[in-house]
C-alpha cells in the first residue's frame, strides 16, 4: 500500500519495509536517524556519516535558531549547503527542550518562551513560528510543536499538554509550507495507555505526512515506554510513515520495528563514544576497562568501519586514556556503523520474512555479552543478511 509519500515493498507482521521520498532523495525504511543537533553529527564529516548507511540527519531547529541563526543558514543556501549534507534532512521543532529546558521554558496557549543558554535573550516559538522556521531552514520533514510531560507528571498536567499539543497540531497544519516539504505531527498523551490511543487517533485525522510517537525515554521505565508506543502504533494510519522519536538500542529498534514503527533517532550511539563505549554485537564494550589494555583483537571482527578496519581495542583505549580526540572519532563512527547495518540487516530479513528470526538472534547476542560466543558466530556480524 502505498500513501503520497510512503511506498511500502513488503510486509512481515505488522513489521514493513519501504520508502520515504522526500525533496532530497528516498529514506529507505526501517531507518535509524544520526542525530546532528548544531547541523553536524558530532565529530563527523557527512560523507562518513553517509558511509554508515545512514539517509537522513536530524538537525534541532531551536538551536540552529539561536546559533548561528536563520539568517545565517539561508544566506548559505538552508541547512543542506551549510552543513555539506546532500541527502536529507528532519528538523525537530523545539517540543522536546519544553521540558528538557524545564525552569527556563515558559508554556501557554499560544506557545512557548525559551531562554537562550547562550546569551540570556528570549526566543518566542508558536506553533506558526516554528513551521516557518523549520522551512527557512530548509528542512526535508518538519515536526509540529508540541508539548511533553516528563515521566510522574500528574494525570491533569499531562492532558492539558496532550490538549494543547492537539490544537497546536491543528495550528501547524494550517500552515503546511508545500513545496515538497513534509510535515508530521506528533502524538502525546502522558503515561497512560487510553490517552496515548486518543491522541493517535486524534492525529490520524489532521491529515499530516507522517506521525511521530513523542514524550517518551523522559525517565519512564522501558516496559512502559514500549506499551505507550505501542498504544500510539495500533492506532496510526498504515498509510503513513511512523517516527517513534529517541530510541536508539538494538533491542528497542527490532521491538518497535515488530511492532509497526519505521523512523527513529537517538543521540546514543555518538553520546556513547565520547564516553569510550562501543555498541557492538555483546552489548556495550567500555573502553574505560582494563581488560583491554592488551586486547589486539579490532572492536567488532568483521565490521567494515575505520575503527575496526584498521586499529585495535587496545590501540583504542589507549587514544581515549590519553584524551585523543580521534578516539571519539573512531568509536562514532563505528557506533553509527553498527546501528548502519542493523538496519540494513533488518530490511533484509523483513524482505526475506524472517524478521522474528532475525530479532531473536539479535537478542540472544546481547544476551551472551560481549564476548560471548554466541555474538561471536549469530548474524550480528552483519557480514551477509540474515
Known amino acids: 500500500m502505498s500513501g503520497r509519500h510512503l511506498v511500502i515493498e513488503a510486509r512481515d507482521g505488522a513489521a514493513r519495509l519501504g520508502r520515504l521520498a522526500t525533496g532530497h532523495g528516498e529514506v529507505r525504511l526501517p531507518a535509524f536517524m544520526p542525530v546532528g543537533t548544531h547541523a553536524t553529527v558530532r565529530a563527523l564529516h557527512p560523507d562518513e556519516v553517509r558511509e554508515s548507511g545512514a539517509d537522513i540527519v536530524l538537525c534541532n531547529a531551536y538551536h540552529l535558531a539561536l546559533r548561528p541563526g536563520v539568517e545565517l543558514v539561508e544566506r548559505a543556501g538552508g541547512l543542506h549547503a551549510l552543513m555539506g549534507w546532500e541527502g536529507p534532512i528532519l528538523t525537530d521543532s523545539g517540543g522536546f527542550q519544553l521540558v528538557s529546558l524545564d525552569g527556563v521554558a515558559a508554556v501557554d496557549d499560544e506557545g512557548a518562551t525559551v531562554v537562550s543558554p547562550f546569551d540570556g535573550g528570549r526566543m518566542r516559538l508558536t506553533p506558526e513560528a516554528a513551521v516557518r522556521l523549520q522551512a527557512k531552514l530548509g528542512a526535508d520533514v518538519i515536526m509540529c510543536l508540541d508539548h511533553p510531560v516528563a515521566f510522574g507528571a500528574g494525570s491533569d498536567v499531562a492532558a492539558a499538554a496532550t490538549a494543547r499539543t ?162 571519539h572519532r ?20 523483513l524482505a526475506a520474512g524472517r524478521l522474528a528470526e532475525h530479532r531473536a538472534a539479535v537478542l540472544r547476542g546481547l544476551g551472551g555479552g560481549v564476548d560471548s560466543a554466541a555474538a561471536a558466530q549469530s548474524p550480528l556480524s552483519y557480514t551477509s543478511p540474515p
Open 166 to 327: 492537539h490544537r497546536w497540531a491543528e495550528r501547524s497544519r494550517a500552515v503546511h509550507p508545500g513545496e515538497g516539504r513534509l510535515l508530521f505531527g506528533i502524538v502525546q498523551g502522558g503515561f497512560d495507555a487510553a490517552a496515548r490511543a486518543e491522541s493517535a487517533r486524534v492525529m490520524a485525522g489532521l491529515d499530516f505526512d507522517g506521525l511521530a510517537i513523542g514524550g517518551l525515554v523522559l525517565g519512564e521505565p522501558p516496559p512502559v515506554m514500549e506499551a505507550m508506543a505501542r498504544a500510539c502504533l495500533d492506532q496510526l494510519p498504515d498509510t503513513l510513515p511512523r517516527y517513534v522519536m529517541g530510541l536508539g538500542t538494538d533491542a528497542e529498534l527490532l521491538s518497535m520495528i515488530a511492532a509497526g514503527a519505521d523512523m527513529f533517532d537517538c543521540v546514543l550511539p555518538t553520546r556513547l563514544a565520547r564516553n569510550g563505549t562501543a555498541l557492538v554485537p555483546g552489548g556495550r564494550l567500555s573502553l574505560r576497562q582494563t581488560a583491554w589494555r592488551e586486547d589486539l583483537r579490532p572492536l567488532e571482527p568483521g565490521c567494515p568501519c575505520a575503527a575496526c578496519a584498521r586499529f585495535s581495542r587496545a590501540y583504542l583505549r589507549h587514544l581515549f586514556a590519553a584524551g585523543e580526540i580521534l578516539a
Open 330 to 349: 573512531l568509536l562514532s563512527l563505528h557506533n553509527l556503523h553498527h546501528l548502519g547495518r542493523l538496519m540494513e540487516t533488518t530490511r533484509a530479513a
